[in-house]
């Protein structure tokens, strides 16, 4: 796949630091070194090694963010995957406990142990383990949309 650049752009530096932010509010940690400007924090952030995604918080929510790691998983360019509904990272019969954990994040703030089964845009299955689901927020506090990282997956 060829190298992303739609991270760099002013909006997306903005939802990073929101992505960050927010995760350190809920989780008590950095998800990954803050290091220099908002621009330089992006860049770790999209070249990170595990997966980072987001999503808005549309009615169907429409993924907003992926870091490279999460572009490969689920075989898409950023185009693509900025496109995709959430809702279709998982496969029909597991979309309501997926909507399940996404309601008790956003009613706790965050979840810290998330394990279920995704599908790529090519029908690849895979099997998620310890995945941390945040609120993002705003610099007012309100929820902006929702965050999910993971550094472990199997393929089925």
């Not at 350190?24 to 070249?47: C, K, M, N, P, S």
């Not at 870091?67 to 075989?75: D, K």
């Not at 995709?84 to 597991?94: D, G, H, Q």
């Not at 998620?128 to 945040?134: G, L, M, S």
């Amino acid at each position: 796949m060829s190298i992303q650049t739609e991270w760099s752009e002013p909006q997306m530096l903005q939802w990073c630091q929101c992505l960050l932010d927010s995760y350190a509010h809920w989780v008590g940690r950095e998800l990954i070194t803050r290091e220099g400007a908002a621009y330089d924090q992006a860049a770790h952030l999209f070249g990170c090694p595990f997966v980072v995604v987001s999503h808005g918080m549309q009615a169907d929510p429409v993924l907003n963010y992926g870091n490279q790691v999460a572009l490969n998983l689920w075989e898409m360019n950023w185009h693509q995957f900025t496109q995709t509904p959430s809702r279709l990272t998982a496969e029909p019969v597991n979309r309501h406990e997926r909507a399940m954990m996404l309601q008790q994040a956003k009613t706790q703030g965050y979840i810290a142990d998330y394990r279920g089964i995704r599908i790529s845009h090519t029908g690849r299955r895979f099997f998620v383990d310890q995945a941390v689901i945040w609120n993002i927020l705003n610099p007012d506090g309100d929820t902006i949309g929702q965050g999910a990282t993971f550094s472990a997956w199997r393929f089925l």
